[in-house]
T-cell receptor, first 115, second 110 residues
Framework: DAGVIQSPRHEVTEMGQEVTLRCKPI?????LFWYRQTMMRGLELLIY????????DSGMPEDRFSAKMPNASFSTLKIQPSEPRDSAVYFC?????????????FGSGTRLTVV | TQLLEQSPQFLSIQEGENLTVYCNSS?????LQWYRQEPGEGPVLLVT?????EVKKLKRLTFQFGDARKDSSLHITAAQPGDTGLYLC??????????FGKGTKLSVIP
């Protein structure tokens, strides 16, 4: 299993540009999460999908952020327009539920720098 | 808002020493997870503890869940440089709500 795959690994963009982050969850996992990690705030949940449907987007900072999951194997997180304060590492995670509880698998993240 | 406090925030020790990391909350969780994150990578799940008072061992790592399911500890025996990383305590409540601690950054010096 290749795990959760995120692209790109690094993104440097100018303020005002549109940024699209991509995620391929583990096959068979029916839940997908987007997180943002910064030194100051740690890991913050942005949005949660279950069976491709957004369930909780209360963590999305503002209207500049949007996320989609058109099918079970792909999700995007878009920032338009980007701002320097959006600089962070963005993680996608997928999860499954078993009789041992919930298991979360994180991707390697996208390090976003907005200059 | 549920909060998880981890201590210490930073820990630098010599190879072979023992250490304990603590995770405390005023909230009760259905389970608690520990993750390790290495630079440039995402967190990797180490263990899930579910029952109050539960103790789980993973080689040199011992995880304990408090009786009231509000706190946890991670003890590492004879630390090795490969243990270096950010250790995250995560409280699980409900079907998907994860509460992350800020983490303990561990450096094990050879």
């Amino acid at each position: 299993d290749a795990g959760v795959i995120q692209s790109p690994r690094h993104e440097v963009t100018e303020m005002g540009q549109e940024v699209t982050l991509r995620c391929k969850p583990i096959s068979g996992h029916n839940s997908l999460f987007w997180y943002r990690q910064t030194m100051m705030r740690g890991l913050e949940l942005l949005i949660y999908f279950n069976n491709n449907v957004p369930i909780d987007d209360s963590g999305m900072p503002e209207d500049r952020f949007s996320a989609k999951m058109p099918n079970a194997s792909f999700s995007t997180l878009k920032i338009q327009p980007s701002e320097p304060r959006d600089s962070a590492v963005y993680f996608c995670a997928s999860s499954f539920r078993s009789d041992r509880g919930i298991g979360y698998t994180f991707g390697s993240g996208t390090r976003l720098t907005v200059v | 808002t549920q909060l998880l406090e981890q201590s210490p925030q930073f820990l630098s020790i010599q190879e072979g020493e023992n250490l304990t990391v603590y995770c405390n909350s005023s909230s009760v969780f259905s389970s608690l997870q520990w993750y390790r994150q290495e630079p440039g990578e995402g967190p990797v799940l180490l263990v899930t503890v579910v029952t109050g008072g539960e103790v789980k061992k993973l080689k040199r790592l011992t995880f304990q869940f408090g009786d009231a399911r509000k706190d946890s500890s991670l003890h590492i025996t004879a630390a090795q440089p490969g243990d270096t990383g950010l250790y995250l305590c995560v409280g699980v409540a409900g079907s998907y709500q994860l509460t992350f601690g800020k983490g303990t950054k561990l450096s094990v010096i050879p």
